[in-house]
Structure formats: C-alpha cells, structure tokens
C-alpha cells in the first residue's frame, strides 16, 4: 500500500508540473499534429488507403511525439540537481521508475485521445466502429510505450549524447509492440474483427508489457542507483 | 537457373567469411591501437616519475 | 595469441570447417526443391546459433556484473557481444542472399526476419551505448541492463516461426521437433556450428584481452593525471 502511495506521490507531482507548464505536452501535440498534416499531403487519402495505412500513420506519429515527452520526463530532473534529492529521499528506484511510468503513460494517453479524433477528421476515417477493442490496443500499447521509453530515458539521461541515443535505443526495442499495434490499429479502423489469427498480436502486447514492466521494477534500482 | 544458384550459394559463403575477416582486421587494428596507446602512457608516466 | 589452448581451438576450427566444406559440397546431394543453394544453410543457421549463444552469455554474465559488480564480467558480456553481432551480420547476409534465390527478393518483413533485424538493431545500440560512456562503472552498469533488456528480443526471433505464420521456413531441425531435414543433411550442420562456437571463442578470448588493455589505460591515465 505504501508502494503505491509513494508511487503515486511521484507521478502526481510529475503530472502537476507539467499542467502548470504545459510545455511538453504542447510540444508533442503540435508535433503530433504537424506529423498528422504532413502524411496528408504524402499519401492520397481515400478509404481503401486508409484500411492500409492508418495504423501505421497512427503509431507513427505517437511513437515520435511520445519521445518529446519521455526524453523530458527525467531531463527535467537534472537541472538544481532533483534527480540525485529524488534518489537519496525515501522513494525507492521501482517506485521512482513506476511513478515516473505512470506520469508518462498519462500524458501518452491524451496526445492519443487528441490526435485520433483529429486523425478521423483530416482522413475521413470511422474510426468509432470498434472503440472498444480499439481502446483496450491504446491503453496496452501505450503502456508499452511508457514503460520502454521511461526505462530507457534514465538509462540515458547522464550521458553526454541523451537526445541522440534514446531514440536509438528505444525504437528498435519497441518494434515488437508498435507491429502488434499497427496490426491490430488496421484491423480494428477497417471494422473488421480480430480473427483467431491475429490474437497472437494482443498476446504479444499483453506479455510484451507484462515482461517490461517487470524487468523495469527489477532493474530501476540498479539503473538509478548503481 | 543452376548457374545462377552456383553464383548466389558461391556469394553467399564469400560473403560470410568476408564478414568474419573483416572483423579479424578490425580486432587486429585495435590491438595494435591499444598497444601504442599503453606504451605512449607508460612512457609518459615513468618521465613523470623520474622529474 | 600465446595461448595453447586457442591455437588448439583454432586448429579444430579449421579441420572441421574443412571437412564440413568437403561433406558439404562433395558429399552431399542437391536438394530436391531448392538445387545447391540450400547449402546456404550450412552458415546461416550456425551462426545464429553461435549468435544467439553469445548474447545469452552476456545476458549471463550482465546478470553476474549486476549482483557481483566485477568488472571482468563487463569484459565479458561487451566481448560476447561484440562476437554475437558479427555473426548476427553474417545470419543476415547469407539469408538474405538465399531469399534473393528462393523468394526472387532480398527482403521481405515477415516476423522472423523482422525480428532478427531488430536483435540485430539492439546490440548495435549496445555497442553504440557503450562507446557513448565514459566511466567504467556507470558503462558497465546501464550496458548490462540494456543487455538483459535485449534479449527478450531474442527469444522473440527464436520463437516467431512457431507464433507465426512466416515465408521464412519453419523448423527443419529434429532437435526443435521439425524433422524437415534428413539426418545425414544434418551432422555437417551441427559440426559446423561446433567449429564457429570455437572460432567465436578464439575471437571472444582477443576481444576480452582488448577489454584488459582498456582497462589497464584507464588506470595508467588516471595514473598519469595523479603525477
């Protein structure tokens, strides 16, 4: 109980600073946005290309503004030295890494609530035909993203190149969530149901972010602490 | 058809083993590397020592 | 190398290596459906295999630098992965050129050769990760959670033939239950992953040498400063 108190405590102020501030949440739906725009003019977007694309347009443009967020979640910390106060105070690594995750996977979940009505609008897509199923590929994607990219921006966020090598570590090691995602996104945005054959894509999601919530709790310690 | 199998199979291998000289060259450059590199410092901090 | 024991492994290495390629090209008959470029296998699937193997030891002994903080596990698991990515590359490439001949395309982005990519991806991001820290420890440290990390990818590619529908063959070997492959097609197939496990292991002993002579710079120049 307490775990998660602390837990909480840390994605609380987390989430309270960026709503006064707002800027990275700014900064990634602008982003989001811009990305949204600028696949318009790429692709011609008529029905049966939209069946094709709109999963992967999708989990593009999140997994790109996702790293605005994620590269500041803990960059923010370095500045008067926070990071070493919020190591040395009573909250343990997994609950920092948690709380940090929990943060993240929150504003995460708003750039996605934004775009993909925006999505439907600038590429006429019906998009609410399986909100459901569509929602529960959100939130488990999305989780996955949170967990990886709030992992990997503290293993980095001493090094000299941070910018550069999150993305080098991050997406590559997202591939396997973002495939299940763009898959079943498809699926799901065409109207179609999720046949027997393609539920190894929500088993992979659903371990996928099991496996690396897990290993992230285990290893926060180390990772922040050495 | 043959042929070309003959060609691409005959690529195949002499691309594995380039792959692995390659490497074979690129441990040996550093070796040598690594070795100047302890000497240069060696030598730097015996003069050290010795002022 | 002044190793006895790595001169012994070398010359090993390379009998077998020669006899494989005798059996290999001599011996054995084309194919039935493939002709002579199924003998692609005879390098693409040891390497794997010796790729594969080299990653899990470095997730072993990541997991030992964790709990003991010695730095020759470091050593290790930098050295195994160094060794693993070469043969990774070499898994890649002659795959690729046997698509090139069975498929009529160098690529496709099937699940298993999808997946191998990204493995192949991480530990190049391993290798950049390292060169992008420069105190020992702290390298030491956030390598070996990244190679932990990574490896679940691994099992990913290991098991992506069995989870899906792939263009990629599915297991042809009788030690993973395929049973595609006749048992005298298959000895030279595991003689030759022998000799690449020593070959790796004759270059995974240099690389850890390299890892010392860093290591030995780095207290020479701290050295150096301290005069």
């Known amino acids: 109980m307490k775990f998660l108190r602390l837990t909480l405590l840390i994605a609380s102020k987390d989430l309270r600073s960026e709503f006064r501030t707002k800027e990275t949440l700014n900064a990634s739906l602008s982003f989001a946005l811009a990305i949204l725009v600028l696949f318009s003019f790429a692709f011609d977007p008529d029905s049966d290309m939209i069946r094709q694309i709109a999963g992967g347009l999708l989990w593009m443009v999140f997994a790109f503004s996702s790293a605005l967020i994620l590269n500041r979640g803990f960059a923010r910390e370095v500045p008067n030295d926070c990071l070493d106060t919020l190591i040395a105070s009573p909250v343990s690594g997994a609950q920092l890494f948690l709380g940090k995750t929990v943060a993240n996977y929150v504003l995460l979940l708003l750039v996605e609530a934004v775009s993909l009505p925006v999505f439907g609008v600038f590429y006429n897509a019906n998009w609410a035909r399986r909100i459901g199923l569509l929602a529960l590929v959100f939130i488990l994607a999305a989780w996955a993203l949170a967990v990886m990219g709030t992992m990997f921006s503290a293993l980095t966020v001493n090094l000299r190149l941070r910018e550069l090598m999150l993305p080098a570590l991050l997406y590559p090691a997202l591939v396997p969530a973002l495939m299940a995602a763009i898959q079943l996104t498809n699926l799901l945005i065409a109207g179609d149901t999720v046949g027997k054959e393609d539920q190894i894509w929500f088993r992979l999601l659903a371990g996928f972010d099991a496996i690396f919530t897990l290993l992230g709790l285990a290893l926060a310690e ?5 | 058809m043959d042929a070309r199998n003959f060609t691409f199979l005959f690529y195949g291998f002499l691309a594995a083993w380039l792959i692995l000289i390659v490497y074979v060259v690129v441990i040996a450059a550093r070796e040598s590397k690594l070795r100047n590199e302890i000497e240069r410092l060696r030598r730097m901090v015996e003069e050290r020592e010795a002022k | 190398m002044r190793n006895p024991i790595l001169y012994l492994f070398a010359a090993v290495a390379a009998v077998l290596l020669a006899w494989d ?13 493939q002709g002579m470029i199924y003998r692609i296998i005879y390098f693409h699937v040891p390497a794997a295999m010796v790729a594969f193997a080299a990653f899990f030891a470095s997730l072993v002994a990541s997991a030992g630098y964790l709990t003991t903080k010695e730095m020759r596990y470091d050593s290790f698991s930098a050295s195994a992965i160094e060794v693993g990515f070469v043969f990774a590359t070499v898994n890649l490439v002659t795959g690729s050129i046997w698509g090139r001949i069975i498929w009529g395309i160098w690529w496709t982005w099937d699940a298993r050769l999808t997946s191998m990519f990204v493995c192949w991806l991480l530990y190049a991001a391993y290798l950049l990760l390292r060169r992008a820290i420069d105190e020992p420890a702290q390298r030491a440290r956030l390598s070996a959670v990244l190679s932990i990390f990574a490896f679940t990818d691994v099992v990913i590619v290991w098991k992506s033939i069995e989870w899906w529908r792939t263009q990629h063959p599915g297991p042809v070997l009788s030690i993973r239950g395929g049973g595609g492959m006749a048992p005298g097609m298959q000895a030279p197939l595991y003689w030759n992953a022998l000799a690449l496990a020593l070959l790796a292991t004759i270059l995974l002993v240099l690389r850890m040498r390299q890892e010392a002579a860093r290591r030995e710079i780095d207290s020479l120049r701290r050295q150096a400063y301290a005069l």
Do not use: A, K, S
């Open chain 3, 21 to 33: 390629l005798y059996q290999v090209f001599m011996i054995l008959p084309d194919e039935l459906n």
């Open chain 1, 222 to 226: 180390t990772v922040f602490v050495g």
